[in-house]
Each structure stands twice: as structure tokens, then as C-alpha cells.
């Protein structure tokens, strides 16, 4: 019989499709192991040993911490997990749900949702290429309740429900563009892919059962958050660049005289005797005694942070000792220390104790590490070499995180707590007490990477830099809510004081932020202990409604089928700590919208109802930022005063009580100052607030188990919310 030629053409093409296919890499299932309660590891293909959690020296993870939460299984379906490897490639694909919604991913200025776009996760000063941020961590979360980490310390490239694969299950419809309703440009996929030029790479997935809980997860993996000394969550003011000792103690004397709390004083390059690149020796024409100078300014109950750029000088006694461990190339003309090598961390930290912090142990709070993000022009090229044998991006990837744990370790061996600010940081930071800034000025952006930040294991803080009258304002309202209050004074004239017709205003909201300091310092022991963020966006909030609207009616083939539909979200408003609700106040407007999750919430400065799972709309005075207390919230505040309470200082505790329901709050406390905390020296009180038969209101207060650590003297309950009885 004669072969018929179309059956004849039709194998012919099965098996070269097949042989065709035989050259695609062949998708690995990986295992995964648990390494911590709820949190499962696996590796792909041979992973470089240097990575962010490796570079950040993250401590063993919290894992009595981590035991407390709720036990939990794998989160995902490992058959739908799936790794590629190619040349010198590592590509993972994870499984997502067409109702599922990710989070995370860095600090992003734009959005708070993730799915739909694609990031490349690089560091890099904000320019507007989405995950090219100054923390583009590898996290993502996911509103089913788990999250996963690229521990890698390359870039990333990240799409999110984008590029459908042949071999997806259920793929979107195919629509006819010119005659069909519907048309994507972007057809969703059911995957998360994430793609490094990397020979292997360690993956970690955290369990929730609530996508806040994957975070807590994560965060205690890391070491847990941040706890910042009490003075840190005082008020930061910096001083113009080329200020002199003088001029510093008089801008400290000026706050003091205006009665604006303060209780960090931040020096801008000119400490320094060159600067860009850094000569990390005091200037002697603007600073002749800095021992002098520093001990002037700790009797002010202040303490210094010093601004630098880690690229040394040339003709400085660091330059000799440093070169050694340079990179290939030079920034501003100094060299770029390796970091990554213990040997360069310690040559750097010597000095900075001897030459720095000697002159004034008490003084020095800690330091601004600028200029680790770059904008390309900036930093050292991709192709640069370093010493360890890493290269350009890795370096890149972690500079930030290197730079923050040999000051954090230079100070832990000091028994002293730091709080400094860095510009580039990545994941595996959240146990640095290191603030983000940049050197944009969108309010908007601005607010939405303070509760972006939530999402990622590190601190936000947007900056006042001046301006008029309203802007500084409102400014200076919204940073007094948010992890670093700071005005950053180092290009202009202006003072906090400067405009007499909100200089009041302006004082009431840093007072504010010094009586809440025992509410916000418990936040961060929530951080630090039990891994919870203290900014929650409220997309993490319980009982928020999150619909999104999704603005994409108009498109069709005749306008413009490829413009993105317009999602909106919500990103003004995001709740610090347990109870508090903040809906800052932009620049130039009187009014705005507020969401009230689920349960009732109430006014924080009228105890007043304010609704509950609903849209209000507010008008404050100016000022006062919108701020909602959650019902049966206790609030701990202190009285008003210039700065934070001192290690030892005992005074009196106002908890304020909210809503109709009993509250109940455990309130930690410590030192404030020293990691004795590490050493078992801290407590939680409890207190609570009930109403008896006859209705009326009690708190009573029960001590930790270690009443050393408790700094209060007596404790007044005020219960804001007005009882239908009452008049
Ligand atoms: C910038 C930084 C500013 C300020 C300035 C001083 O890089 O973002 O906050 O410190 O350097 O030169």
C-alpha cells in the first residue's frame, strides 16, 4: 500500500514538534522543607551563596515567635510550582488564582496591587519603572494568605498575572479585537514568574492562615522588625548643609525657645572636611571641638545623626586602609569599599567608632546612609568588580543592607540603640531600625510608600523640606504619622517657625506625636516581637472593604485598544499600630474621604462616633490630621513635653479608651535605650478597660512579670467615648 503523503507530512510535523520541543529546559517540581514553623525552603539548581538574607546577616529566625502563630500547611500546591534552569538562568513560575490579588514587591510609589504588571526588582532611586525602587524586595503577598521570597541578590525580573503560557489550564477567551467586547492587551495569566540571571536560587514560602500573618512570618524569619530607642519616635530636625557647631546648638536652642519638641539633630555634609565623596573626619572650620559640641548638645536631651555617603576620599587616613577591598570603579571620585567582606565592614566601623562616635558616645544617635540607591549615572556599572569576587549588581542589590548592618552592629556592641535613615535598602532589613527617604517631593507617592512599606519589612518616612505656609502643614502632620517624624532642612531657609499662620499648628502635630510615643513605641514591639507590621496598609486591615474599581469601559478597537484600564485603589490612608486610623491631609485641601472598615470606628480628638464600613467624608481643622480610633481601642499617651522619656525616667500614663466595646491592650516597655531587652529585661502590662452593671467604666492595670521595666508612675484613664447617660 502506498503511504498517503498527508499522513506521511503529518507525523513528520508531530515529531519535529516534538524534537523541538525536547530543547525547551525541563521544568523542575521543587521540594520543599520546612525551616521554621510555617515557613517552607527550597533551593534551585546551585545558588550563589551570597544573598539579601546573607548579607543583611539575618540572626536565626524567631522561632518561638514564629511557634506562637496559628500551625499552618503548605499554602500553595506544590505540583503547581514549577523552576526552569538555563544557561546561566533561574526562572520560577508560581501558581495564581483569577481571584487572587498580590501585594508586596517593594517599596512602590505608584500602587499598592500588584497583579497585572511587571517589576524589575532593582535598586534605584525612584524614577518611575515600576519595582525600580530604593527597596525592591522580593516579597510578595498574596490576599490567600501566604507569601514568598526570592532570596536572591540579583535583580529580579517579576511579572504578576501577565503572559499567558501554552501549557496553562485555563487560558482567557480568545476575542475577535474588531468585533469583540473585551479585547485585552493584557490577557491575565494564572502565574507569578520570576526570572534572574543566576546559576540557582533559595526560594521561601511563609504560611498565613491571613496574608497578615504570612507577614508576621516573615518578618520574625528576618529577626523580627525594628525596636527603635524611644527617643527615635521624637522629632528629627536637619540642619543646612554647611552648618557650624554654632548654628547647630542655635537651631536646637530655637526649638526649644518655640516650644516644638525635638530629639534628633541631623548634621548634612558639612561634618564632614569633604563630602562627595566622604572624608568621615569632622570638619575643624565648622566643627573645631566636636567633643565639645556634642556634649553641649546631649545636655539638650538630643541626640546627633550624621549624614554620609559611604565613598571614601582620597588623602584620608580610611582611603590607605580601605583600598585594599575597592571596587573596580570609583564613585565621585572615592573608592567603593567591598562591604560585602567582614574585614572592609570592620576597618569601617573602627573608624567610625574612634573618629566619630568617641568624641561623643551619648551624643551620636546614629547616621543618614545617602546615596546607596543611585540613579545608574550615580553608582558603579553592572559590569564593575569587586574584591570578594561579586560583582556590580550584587553589589548593588545590598550595599544598603550592608552598609545598615555594620551600624547596627557597631552599636550593638555598644549597648546602644540607633536609629538612622538609609536611601537603598532590600529584603532581609526588617530588624535594622533604618528610615527610607528620597529626594522626591509627591505627596501622594509619599503616602503611599508609608503604607507600601507595610507590605515589604521596612520604614518609610516623607520628609518636610519647607515650603510655604499650608504645605509644610500638612506636611509635617502626615510625618508626625509615620515611622520617622523628620524635617529635612538641609537645601533651604525655611523653618518649622518660619510662617507664623501655621507655626502653632505645626507645634500641635509634633506634640501629638511625643504624647502618642508609648503607642508607638508598642506598635514597634509588635514589630520586633511578633513580627507585625507597624504601618498596615489597609488592604492588610480585617473588615476593609478593598473593591476595587476597575475603569477599563471605555477601551475599544476604534480609541485606543492598548491603554491600560485605570485601577483605583486605596493608598491615602493606612492604620499605624492596632487602633489608629490615619487619613493624612494633602497640601492645599480642605477636605477628603475616609474608609471605615467593618466594626465601629471613632474620632480620636471628640470620641465621637464616626461611623463604621462605610465612605465619610472630613473636614478637620487645620490642625489636625483625621485620625479614627477603632472601637474598644485603649490608646497610651503621655503628657506633653520637648522629649522622649530617658532610660530610668518614671512618669505619668493616660490610657484612653474608645468605643463601646471593653478594651484590653498589652503595653510593653523597657529601657528604651539598650538591648538589655535581648536579656529578658522588658514587660508586658496589661490593661483593661470594662463597664459594670450600673454602666459605668473601670481600667485596671496588671504588671509583667518584670515591674523593673515599667516606667510609669500612675496611670489615668480617660474614656473619650461619651455613654448615652453622660451629658
Ligand atoms: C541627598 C539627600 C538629601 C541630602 C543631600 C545632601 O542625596 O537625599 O536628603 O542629604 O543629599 O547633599
Not at 13 to 41: C, F, H, M, N, Y
Not at 144 to 154: E, H, P
Not at 335 to 347: E, L, N, R
Not at 556 to 568: E, F, H, L, V
Request: glycine fraction near 8%; charge should be neutral; hydrophobic fraction near 40%.
Amino acid at each position: 500500500m502506498k503511504p498517503n503523503p498527508v499522513c506521511v507530512v503529518g507525523a513528520c510535523l508531530a515529531l519535529l514538534s516534538l524534537s523541538l520541543r525536547a530543547q525547551l529546559p525541563a521544568p523542575i517540581t521543587p521540594a520543599w522543607t520546612e525551616v521554621a514553623p510555617g515557613v517552607w525552603k527550597t533551593t534551585v539548581g546551585s545558588p550563589e551563596s551570597f544573598t539579601l538574607l546573607s548579607a543583611a546577616g539575618a540572626p536565626a529566625p524567631a522561632v518561638q515567635s514564629l511557634a506562637a502563630l496559628p500551625k499552618a500547611a503548605f499554602p500553595l500546591d506544590p505540583k503547581e510550582i514549577e523552576a526552569r534552569r538555563w544557561d546561566w538562568k533561574t526562572a520560577l513560575r508560581f501558581p495564581l488564582a483569577l481571584d487572587e490579588e498580590i501585594y508586596g514587591l517593594g517599596v512602590d510609589f505608584k500602587s499598592m496591587r500588584r497583579t497585572g504588571a511587571i517589576y524589575q526588582l532593582h535598586v534605584d532611586h525612584w524614577s518611575g519603572t515600576p519595582g525600580r525602587t530604593h527597596a525592591p524586595v522580593p516579597l510578595y503577598l498574596s490576599t490567600k494568605g501566604y507569601a514568598v521570597f526570592f532570596n536572591t541578590a540579583r535583580y529580579l525580573n517579576i511579572t504578576v498575572g501577565h503572559g499567558v503560557r501554552l501549557a496553562a489550564r485555563e487560558k482567557p477567551p480568545v476575542i475577535d479585537r474588531t468585533t469583540g467586547k473585551g479585547w485585552s492587551s493584557a490577557p491575565r495569566s494564572d502565574s507569578i514568574e520570576a526570572l534572574a540571571n543566576a546559576e540557582g536560587m533559595e526560594i521561601l514560602v511563609f504560611a498565613g492562615p491571613t496574608p497578615l500573618d504570612a507577614l508576621r512570618r516573615y518578618n520574625l524569619y528576618c529577626g523580627g522588625g525594628a525596636l527603635p530607642p524611644k527617643w527615635g519616635l521624637g522629632f528629627l530636625t536637619r540642619t543646612p548643609t554647611k552648618y557650624s557647631a554654632e548654628q547647630a546648638l542655635n537651631e536646637i536652642a530655637a526649638f526649644r525657645k518655640n516650644g516644638i519638641p525635638l530629639d534628633m539633630l541631623g548634621l548634612e555634609p558639612g561634618w564632614h572636611d569633604q563630602a562627595y565623596p566622604c572624608s568621615f573626619e569632622w570638619d575643624k572650620t565648622r566643627f573645631a571641638d566636636p567633643a565639645k559640641f556634642l556634649g553641649e548638645v546631649e545636655k539638650q536631651h538630643v541626640r546627633v545623626n550624621l549624614w554620609f555617603n559611604p565613598y571614601i576620599a582620597p588623602k584620608t587616613p580610611l582611603y590607605e586602609k580601605l583600598l585594599p577591598f575597592a571596587g573596580t570603579h570609583l564613585v565621585w571620585n572615592g573608592i567603593v569599599p567591598d562591604y560585602s567582606m567582614p574585614a572592609a565592614q570592620k576597618i569601617f566601623s573602627d573608624h567610625l567608632a574612634r573618629t566619630v562616635l568617641d568624641a561623643g558616645p551619648r551624643a551620636i544617635g546614629g547616621f543618614k546612609i545617602d546615596e546607596v540607591d543611585g540613579s545608574d549615572r550615580y553608582l558603579w556599572p553592572d559590569s564593575a568588580n569587586f574584591p570578594s569576587g561579586r560583582d556590580g549588581e550584587q553589589l548593588r542589590q545590598t550595599y544598603g543592607l550592608l552598609l545598615q548592618r555594620t551600624i547596627y552592629d557597631l552599636f550593638h556592641a555598644q549597648n546602644r540603640r540607633t536609629l538612622g535613615q538609609v536611601r537603598g535598602t532590600n529584603g532581609g532589613a526588617s530588624r535594622f531600625p533604618f528610615v527610607i527617604y528620597n529626594d522626591n517631593y509627591a505627596f501622594d507617592e509619599y503616602i503611599t510608600a508609608v503604607g507600601n512599606t507595610g507590605f515589604a519589612g521596612v520604614l518609610w518616612s516623607p520628609e518636610v523640606r519647607g515650603g510655604k505656609g499650608e504645605d509644610m502643614l500638612r506636611r509635617t502632620q502626615a510625618v508626625c504619622f509615620s515611622p520617622l517624624a523628620l524635617f529635612n532642612g538641609w537645601s533651604t531657609p525655611d523653618k518649622l517657625w518660619t510662617h507664623a499662620e501655621v507655626k502653632d499648628a505645626i507645634r500641635d502635630a509634633i506634640v501629638l506625636r511625643l504624647r502618642l510615643l508609648p503607642y508607638f513605641y508598642n506598635a514597634f514591639a509588635q514589630y520586633h516581637y511578633q513580627g507585625t507590621p507597624v504601618i498596615r496598609p489597609m488592604q492588610l486591615v480585617p473588615g476593609f472593604n478593598a473593591a476595587l474599581k476597575s475603569e477599563s469601559g471605555k477601551l475599544d478597537a476604534t480609541a485606543n485598544p492598548y491603554a491600560i484600564g485605570k485601577i483605583t485603589e486605596v493608598k491615602d490612608q493606612y492604620m499605624f499600630g492596632d487602633a489608629l486610623l490615619i487619613a493624612p491631609i494633602p497640601p492645599d485641601v480642605k477636605s477628603r474621604t475616609v474608609i471605615l472598615p467593618a466594626g465601629k470606628w471613632y474620632d480620636f480628638f471628640t470620641g465621637k462616633l464616626a461611623g463604621e464600613n462605610e465612605t465619610i467624608e472630613v473636614t478637620p481643622p487645620s490642625n489636625q490630621t483625621p485620625l479614627f480610633v477603632k472601637d474598644g481601642s485603649l490608646v497610651p499617651m503621655i503628657g506633653e513635653r520637648q522629649w522622649a522619656p530617658e532610660a530610668g525616667e518614671i512618669i505619668p500614663l493616660e490610657i484612653r479608651h474608645y468605643g463601646t466595646q471593653s478594651g484590653q491592650l498589652a503595653l510593653y516597655d523597657d529601657d528604651g535605650e539598650t538591648f538589655n531587652y535581648e536579656h529578658g529585661e522588658f514587660s508586658w502590662t496589661q490593661l483593661r478597660a470594662t463597664k459594670d452593671a450600673a454602666g459605668a467604666w473601670h481600667g485596671t492595670v496588671t504588671p509583667g512579670a518584670d515591674g523593673r521595666t515599667w516606667h510609669y508612675s500612675d496611670v489615668k484613664w480617660t474614656f473619650m467615648t461619651p455613654t448615652p447617660s453622660s451629658p
